[in-house]
């Protein structure tokens, strides 16, 4: 959780592409035979990014998050929790999951502005939301 690593079946599935899901530099569009999909991949790529993968990181590290919890931007739903748990080496209740554009704001906004809350048991808890994960985002201690 704390790494940002994918589940298949829950962050990311049948329903997100790769670029959604924040893995888009795993996909070679420059193959000399083209793959199944890739023309849809392409189009997808060029139209740009309604939803976008996010981690979230819970302001109150007593409470857990799982999956399906519903993800409030400036008291508006934009997403949903895809999965979550404690972050032991940060000590952190983490999560990730997919927000969405609405009518107010863009995905850029959001991630600038930081009005996230997450509900847990019918209640909002402020979230801090990053595209990059909350630990080693530059990979440096990964590829020593």
Request: glycine share 10%.
């Amino acid at each position: 959780m704390e790494k940002g690593y994918l589940h298949w079946g829950h962050d990311i599935g049948v329903e997100e592409n790769p670029f959604e899901a924040g893995v888009g530099f795993c996909v070679n569009l420059n193959k000399k035979n083209p793959f199944l999909g890739q023309a849809a991949l392409e189009e997808k790529k060029k139209s740009g990014l309604s939803k976008r993968k996010v981690n979230f990181a819970l302001s109150n590290n007593d409470l857990l998050i799982y999956h399906n919890e519903p993800i409030y931007f400036d008291g508006k739903i934009v997403g949903e929790i895809s999965s979550g748990m404690y972050g032991f080496y940060l000590d952190k209740s983490l999560g990730m999951g997919y927000i969405s554009n609405n009518d107010s704001y863009s995905i850029e906004e959001m991630m600038s502005h930081q009005k996230f809350e997450i509900e847990v048991a019918e209640t909002k808890y402020s979230a801090e939301g990053s595209i990059n994960c909350f630990y080693d985002p530059g990979r440096e201690k990964i590829l020593v």
